[in-house]
């Protein structure tokens, strides 16, 4: 999911996700990003850790699923990491998430594997816009089922 939040919105295949914001896996925009606020026992990962080969593929599938951003994606500097290289790029920033966005959806090792489903909180009139319209778009490629607010707001679980 492009927009910021406090969670994780993929689901993985393993217990059913706690209340305890420290049990998440997330995905960052590169290795020292956001140091400073990280919570304490979650698991993170950027695209600083992918192997070359692990990256292309992530590169590539990034590029499949929106066309319109290959060459943005082919132009990065080095895992589409804006922080460390081209200082102020719009495009290499844009392309890191898009990189990080794709990398959630598709797994990249054994901590963070293809998740089970994945739950976006979107604009209802233009659901595949922006950076999440992307995620999707990995989502439906890759085989990820897909729910918006309006299907999970209703949601419950009985105990």
């Known amino acids: 999911m492009a927009s910021a939040v406090a969670f994780s ?6 217990p059913p996700p706690t209340s305890d914001i420290e049990k998440n896996e997330m995905n960052t925009l590169a290795k020292t990003h956001r140091s400073g606020i990280r919570f304490q026992n979650a698991v993170y990962d950027s695209p600083d850790s992918l192997s070359q080969v692990k990256e292309e593929d992530i590169a590539y599938r990034t590029s499949i699923a929106t066309p319109q951003n290959k060459r943005l994606i082919e132009k990065r500097s080095g895992k589409g990491n804006a922080t460390r290289r081209n200082q102020g790029d719009i495009r290499s920033a844009k392309a890191a998430y898009l990189i990080r966005d794709t990398m959630k959806v598709v797994g990249h090792s054994d901590a963070f594997t293809k998740p ?4 976006f909180h979107v604009d209802l009139d233009n659901p595949m816009g922006g950076g999440t319209g992307h995620t999707i778009r990995v989502c439906h490629q890759e085989g990820v089922p897909v729910a918006f607010q309006d299907e999970w707001k209703h949601w419950t679980v009985s105990r």
């Open 116 to 119: 089970i489903c994945a739950l």
């Open 9 to 14: 919105p993929l689901l993985r295949n393993e």
